[in-house]
Structure formats: C-alpha cells, structure tokens
C-alpha cells in the first residue's frame, strides 16, 4: 500500500523510525523483540534509515523492512540515499526492496562524506524521486523537509523553492527533520503551503532521553532549543530515570500541540526504545 493513501482528513498518521543495529546478524533478536513491541502500537508505519557512504548495509535494511510487513504486517518504508550510488546501485537496492515486499521509500540525497567519494548520477534527492518514479512508478515516495533550513542551503527561501522541486518530481509526502519548537514548524509550514507544496508534512518528533544524546543530536542537526527544553536539560540532565520521563514528558507536549494544530502527522524517532515510544504512544492514542 502507498503510505500516501494514509493520510486522511480528521486523522493523523502516527509512523516510527527505526535503525538496524550495527552488528546486524548479532543483534537479530534484539531487533525482533524491538520490532515486537514497537509493532503493539500498530503505527501506520515504520520506516528503516539507511547507511549512506557505502556501508553496505541496503540489504539490513531491507530485511528489518520485510520483518515489519511479513511478520509484524505493519506498511514499512525503507529510507534509501542516492549520493553514492550510481543506478545500478539504486536499481540493486529497490529490487531487493521490491523482493522483501517493501513499496515505499523514503528518497534522500544524504549527507556529504568527505571519506565516500560521490558518484555522478545523482546530485540531488529530487534526482532520485525523478528516477523512482519513471522506473518504478508502482512505488510509493517520500522525502525529507528541514523546518530550520538545511545546513548547505543558500537561504531559506531558496531551501523552499528546492523542496518544491523535489515534490514536484513525485514526492507523494514529507517527513520533517526533528525539531523542539514547535513555532518554528508552524512557521516552516505557512512558508511551504505559500510556495504552494500541498503534499502531507509529517512533524519529525525526537523525545530526548539523555542530556549526552541531545548534545550529540544538535550537533548532528542543529536544531534550536527553546529556553524551557535547556531548562529541562539542566534540571534532570544527570537523573537518568528524571531526564527520561522529562523528555517522554516533552514530546507529549510537543505533540499534543501539533495534533491540536491540525498537524498531517507524527514521525516519531524511536532510537530502537520501545519503552520510551509506547509510553508516548499510551498519552496520546486517544488524540489520533
Ligand atoms: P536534498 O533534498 O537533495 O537537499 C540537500 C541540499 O541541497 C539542501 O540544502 C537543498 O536546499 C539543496 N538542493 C536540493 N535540490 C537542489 C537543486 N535542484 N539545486 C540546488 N540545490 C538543491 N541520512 C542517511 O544517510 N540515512 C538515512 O536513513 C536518513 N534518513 C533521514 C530521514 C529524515 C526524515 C531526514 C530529515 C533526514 C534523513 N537523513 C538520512 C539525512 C539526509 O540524508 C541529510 O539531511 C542530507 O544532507 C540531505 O538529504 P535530502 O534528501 O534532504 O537532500
């Protein structure tokens, strides 16, 4: 089924995000019982991230795809980058998708490696959407959005204007970068419905259960942190057990007001913890 056909007036998707583990063939059990769980949920899908710069690790992600829809029968999307990757690569890779019954994908360009050398048929995700959608239309397509602005964009405006051009290629949907305030997503929105992007915009939602993971995290994304977040940060960043139920805490907030805002949906980025994503689950199933 296309995740596309999910989003429905009066309802809002609820979808998880996982990672294979880095020791894949090891930590098979581990994943089946976090799948297990996260599964309970009965999201409306999970989607699976993807090793960029050559790791190799298409083929885990595929077969933790093909676990969710073959054993746990929830829609799965496999996130699938194109910088490194020559078509072949990418005809390889949506081939083993379509054989672990994955049809949906997740089209990123990801980050630039100075230690993976890029290869020269794809430059920008939107070359991969215009790829999948002429050699694999039965696909269904997503794509990443930045309610910050992506670190090597020009500008915001110019950001928006690539957006568009990534949707008007195909993208059937949205998921956006994690982000603590919610402001700046609403903000974000009003600018992309402008530009006249009209596709469903999930809000990326990232509970924060560690103060060293949300260093990391900003690091990595650079997200802003509104003053209550640092505030929180401060207060239980050295309680593990305070800074866990404080972060699940936060994105219940967080998401109750996207929801009371008529948000398309919630991507919420699990980080394989299964206790953390159905605590949040439990707060607000009833909203969805
Ligand atoms: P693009 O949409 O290509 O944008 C990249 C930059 O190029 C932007 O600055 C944009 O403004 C600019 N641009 C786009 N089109 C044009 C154009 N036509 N002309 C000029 N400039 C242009 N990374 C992974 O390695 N694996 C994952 O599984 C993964 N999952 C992710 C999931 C989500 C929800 C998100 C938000 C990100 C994920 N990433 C992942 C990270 C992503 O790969 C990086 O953020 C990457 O730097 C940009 O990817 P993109 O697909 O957004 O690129």
Do not use: W
């Given at each position: 089924m296309r995740i596309a056909d999910k989003f429905e007036k009066n309802k809002t998707v609820f979808s998880l995000e996982v990672f294979p583990p880095k020791k894949f063939e090891d930590d098979i059990n581990v994943i089946y019982e976090t799948l297990e769980q996260l599964t309970d949920i009965n999201p409306d899908y999970i989607s699976v991230t993807y090793s960029a710069g050559g790791?190799?690790?298409?083929?885990?992600?595929?077969?933790?795809?093909?676990?969710?829809?073959?054993?746990?029968?929830?829609e799965a999307v496999a996130h699938l980058t194109c910088l490194t990757n020559s078509f072949a690569d990418i005809d390889d890779a949506i081939t083993k998708f379509k054989g672990y019954g994955v049809e949906n994908i997740?089209?990123?360009?990801?980050?630039?490696?100075?230690?993976?050398?890029a290869k020269k048929d794809f430059t920008y995700a939107s070359d991969l959407v215009t790829?999948?959608?002429?050699?694999?239309p039965e696909m269904g397509v997503a794509?990443?959005?930045?309610?910050?602005?992506?670190?090597?964009?020009?500008?915001?405006?110019?950001?928006?204007?690539?957006?568009?051009?990534?949707?008007?290629?195909?993208?059937?949907f949205l998921i956006s970068q994690l982000f603590f305030d919610n402001e700046i997503f609403y903000r974000f929105m009003e600018k992309v419905r402008i530009a006249g992007i009209n596709v469903p915009v999930e809000a990326g939602i990232m509970p924060v259960?560690?103060?060293?993971?949300?260093?990391?995290?900003?690091?990595?994304?650079?997200?802003?942190?509104?003053?209550?977040?640092?505030?929180?940060?401060?207060?239980?960043?050295?309680?593990?057990?305070?800074?866990?139920?404080?972060?699940?805490?936060y994105a219940v907030n967080q998401i109750v007001d996207l929801i009371a805002n008529g948000v398309d949906g919630i991507h919420?980025?699990?980080?394989?913890?299964?206790?953390?994503?159905?605590k949040i689950f439990e707060s607000i199933r009833t909203l969805l």
């Open positions: 790791s190799g690790n298409t083929d885990n992600c595929g077969k933790i795809a093909s676990m969710i829809k073959g054993i746990h029968n929830v997740l089209a990123l360009r990801g980050d630039i490696n100075p230690t993976v050398s790829y999948i959608r002429k050699n694999y794509g990443a959005c930045y309610p910050e602005v992506h670190s090597e964009a020009e500008s915001e405006l110019q950001d928006i204007l690539n957006l568009k051009k990534k949707v008007d290629a195909g993208t059937d259960t560690s103060a060293r993971q949300i260093l990391r995290m900003v690091d990595m994304c650079g997200a802003s942190l509104p003053r209550k977040f640092s505030m929180m940060i401060q207060k239980y960043g050295n309680d593990p057990i305070a800074m866990r139920d404080a972060g699940i805490a919420l980025y699990t980080m394989n913890n299964p206790y953390v994503a159905t």
